[in-house]
């Protein structure tokens, strides 16, 4: 079992930035991935940006270039930081990670929203 809890969600006004933490306890261990994903009101839940287990990061086209993943391992925990954020960018965050390749967890989502 694997715990994620997300943290550092708000508002912020179109042009700003936020800092998203995502922290991870219980059977850290065998975490292959770790990656954060986003949902709308009335959309589906999307990919955002994703780390693979050996450190490369893959990122939806929507946030190329002003998003950023990172992981600090020693801390069992990833952030996402979100630049020149836009309305469009307002959504519920969820971090999301890959255990032993197969099993699926989720963090409770921390929500974004940004005002134009």
């Known amino acids: 079992q694997v715990q994620l809890v997300e943290s550092g969600g708000g508002l912020v006004q179109a042009g700003g930035s936020l800092r998203l933490s995502c922290g991870a306890s219980g059977s850290i261990f065998s975490i292959d991935s770790m990656g954060w994903y986003r949902q709308a009101p009335g959309k589906q839940r999307e990919l955002v940006a994703v780390l693979t287990g050996g450190g490369s990061a893959n990122y939806a086209d929507f946030v190329k270039g002003r998003f950023t993943i990172s992981r600090d391992n020693a801390k069992n925990t990833v952030y996402l930081q979100m630049n020149s954020l836009k309305p469009e960018d307002t959504a519920v965050y969820y971090c999301?990670?890959?255990?032993?390749?197969?099993?699926?967890?989720w963090g409770q989502g921390t929500p974004v929203t940004v005002s134009s």
């Open positions: 999301r990670c890959v255990v032993g390749k197969k099993y699926i967890y």
